[in-house]
């Protein structure tokens, strides 16, 4: 009966699995599954279910492999496996005979040929989003899964200088090492083109691992024995989009990215998440500069021009405070948070003010809201004025409350600026509306992120007690808390004030 192709190999898990193949049967050979494979390398799988204590431990077990899988089950488990079944899949009632069950077999095989790209030996990407579309359903959002997106370098370019069967050449060879080197992968799919898609059931970090490694392979020793290949590489997990169903689109900015900063390069999308943050940028504005750069010079600057007056219009309305034009609450709280944890994992210092605008709701009592506003536009003038361009940032707390973030900052020369801010503020000029002069002074609180810091929420209740501290001691000053670990500078001593 020559229902496989040459060498198709058959794996089975279970306890009957059959210790010879009769010689009728040919083109293909039985090999046993031993229980607790995380992946089989096999072409197609039989699954017993009695080998697992419970059915939903098997169905996990199944939606992690690629190839198709032929369940033998009881009575009592079929309406649950039919209504979870994969368009590759099938199922029978346990120990039907063997040449019915390699005739079963060998229609699945053909099957799953047609899903087979010819010239690489990667899956079709239809056989991708089925996959991952049924991962999706079926997996706990804790269970591991990245997907690597991998895009030739200018293979038009080599398709246009050394013709066609060049290129073909190419994607064979790229097809023969992605499956040498990602064997334990659940599927490789050829998405198109020069573009292949490769899951793992692994976190991003050990998927930017197996990233780098492909990247330096391909570009040495290369593809072509004449031409120079490359590629770039976007890696991201399921950790890093609310539903599966959105991780292509997610790795495939993070492809652009590796394109966009010069191609040959892996680019991870949590990485490039986290410092879009601390950047103080917006990730979608980015992901759609990489695009445009990528799509040509001209076209670029058309299309980010024009994109980025309206991204930039909806981001100012999602992100930033209208009156201040500071970073409202709800991106402060997220990028302190970034910002946080940007300082443990690097060891660079970070200090962080609370400035309160004194006697803020006198003003507004006597002089009515709009002098109010003005105060607080001053007071945003003045600090403005008194940072760092590039490196710190401001966000509005609440009311007349501001965070001066200031990264790359040790305690003594945080003191120094926050000093220099509640002098200029004390030495504006600003009238109400009315014409009255008004007075402006500032109550500072300060720290700097020290080895006690154990999260973020402790670190705004100290610089909070510093502020409110700074207002009981008569308002118009400076108060900070000393360094915990390591021993505070000569300047920082244990409460210290700074008045006017």
């Keep these: 009966m020559h229902l496989f192709s040459l060498n198709t190999t058959v794996g089975w898990l279970g306890p009957n699995c059959p210790q010879t193949v009769p010689s009728d049967l040919t083109g293909w050979h039985l090999v046993p599954v031993p229980p607790g ?7 197609l799988l039989v699954v017993e279910t009695c080998a697992f204590e419970r059915i939903r431990d098997c169905e996990r077990f199944v939606n992690r492999q690629a190839c198709p899988v032929l369940y033998m089950t009881s009575p009592q488990h079929l309406t649950t496996l039919v209504n979870q079944l994969q368009a590759k899949d099938d199922i029978c009632l346990a120990a039907p005979p063997l040449p019915l069950l390699a005739t079963r077999l060998g229609k699945m095989h053909q099957t799953q040929r047609a899903m087979i790209d010819p010239l690489t030996g990667a899956q079709r990407r239809e056989a991708y989003f089925n996959y991952l579309r049924h991962w999706g359903m079926n997996a706990r959002r804790s269970d591991p899964l990245s997907l690597l997106l991998l895009d030739l370098d200018n293979f038009k370019t ?11 050449d190419v994607l064979q060879r790229l097809g023969m090492l992605l499956r ?13 083109g020069q573009e292949f898609a490769i899951l793992l059931a692994a976190p991003d970090h050990h998927a930017a691992e197996v990233a780098e490694q492909l990247r330096q392979q391909i570009a040495s020793p290369g593809l072509h024995p004449h031409c120079a290949t490359t590629a770039s590489i976007g890696v991201a997990s399921r950790q890093d989009v609310q539903h599966v169903d959105q991780l292509h689109r997610v790795s495939d ?14 680019c991870v999308y ?17 992901s759609l500069e990489n695009k445009s750069r990528v799509l040509g010079e001209r076209v670029t600057n058309y299309i980010a021009q024009r994109s980025r007056r309206i ?17 409202n609450r709800r991106y402060l709280d997220r990028r302190l948070e970034l910002q946080f944890r940007h300082h443990q994992e690097s060891g660079q210092p970070l200090c962080l003010a609370l400035i309160d605008l004194d006697h803020f709701g006198r003003i507004n009592k006597a002089h009515g809201w709009p002098t109010g506003d003005h105060a607080l536009r001053t007071l945003c003038d003045v600090i403005r ?14 009311g007349e409350e501001f965070f001066v973030v200031l990264p790359d900052v040790v305690l003594d020369d945080a003191i120094n600026i926050c000093e220099r801010l509640r002098n200029a503020t004390a030495a504006a000029e600003i009238s109400s509306t009315s014409g009255t002069p008004l007075n402006l002074t500032i ?41 915990r670990e390591p021993a505070p500078t000569k300047n920082a001593t244990d409460g210290l004030t700074i008045t006017a």
Aim: charged share 25%.
């Design 158 to 168: 080599l398709n246009d200088q050394f013709g066609q069967d060049a290129g073909d």
């Design 253 to 266: 900015e993070a492809v652009f990215a590796a394109k966009a900063a010069g191609r040959n390069r892996v």
């Design 443 to 483: 109550s500072i609180g300060l720290v700097q992120c020290d080895a006690a810091d154990d999260d973020i929420a402790g670190l705004l209740d100290r610089v909070s007690e510093q502020t409110l501290r700074a207002k009981e001691n008569g308002r118009n000053q400076t108060c900070w808390a000393p360094l």
């Design 385 to 398: 004025n008194h940072i760092r361009k590039d490196n710190d940032w401001v966000g509005r707390y609440g």
């Design 180 to 192: 040498q080197h990602c064997s334990d992968s659940p599927l490789i799919a050829r998405m198109g």
């Design 270 to 286: 949590s990485q490039l998440n986290t410092q879009s943050m601390l950047n103080g940028e917006d990730l979608d504005l980015v």
């Design 311 to 327: 991204l930039q219009n909806l981001r100012s309305e999602a992100e930033t405070d209208g009156l201040t034009q500071f970073y």
């Design 37 to 43: 494979s995380e992946l089989a390398q096999v072409d």
